[in-house]
Nanobody, 130 residues
Framework: QVQLIESGGGLVQAGGSLRLSCAAS????????MAWFRQVPGREREFVAA????????YYLESVKGRFTISRDNGKNTVYLQMNSLKPENTASYYC???????????????????????WGQGTQVTVSS
């Protein structure tokens, strides 16, 4: 049974940093895209960042570029999201997601689509105070 367990969320002041982790179990995901999304109550779940399984290329939501960094450790079956210079508008529940094996999504911005991902974690809350 596949499980994705996020950790690292919490309360931080604006300008601070957090590092989120998502540990996968049940199978290895070295040949799968991995991503982070976030959601606030009453709004759609939104793409934050993704990392391609084949070439390690990364993709980011425009508003987090230069502040957030996605990375992965295939040996630990874990994906990370380093978040620096946090802002109150970054407050949300953050979810990790894993795409299909050996899959290349097609279409501009395809990695941003929730439907491209097969597995989801339960989320970790990030709260940024002003």
């Amino acid at each position: 049974q596949v499980q994705l367990i996020e950790s690292g969320g919490g309360l931080v002041q604006a300008g601070g940093s957090l590092r989120l982790s998502c540990a996968a179990s049940g199978r290895t995901f070295s040949s799968n895209d991995m991503a982070w999304f976030r959601q606030v109550p009453g709004r759609e779940r939104e793409f934050v960042a993704a990392i391609h399984w084949s070439d390690g290329k990364t993709y980011y939501l425009e508003s987090v570029k230069g502040r957030f960094t996605i990375s992965r450790d295939n040996g630990k079956n874990t994906v990370y999201l380093q978040m620096n210079s946090l802002k109150p508008e970054n407050t949300a529940s953050y979810y990790c997601a894993v795409g299909p094996t050996n899959y290349y999504c097609s279409g501009s911005g395809c990695y941003m689509r929730k439907g491209e991902y097969d597995y989801w974690g339960q989320g970790t809350q990030v709260t940024v105070s002003s």
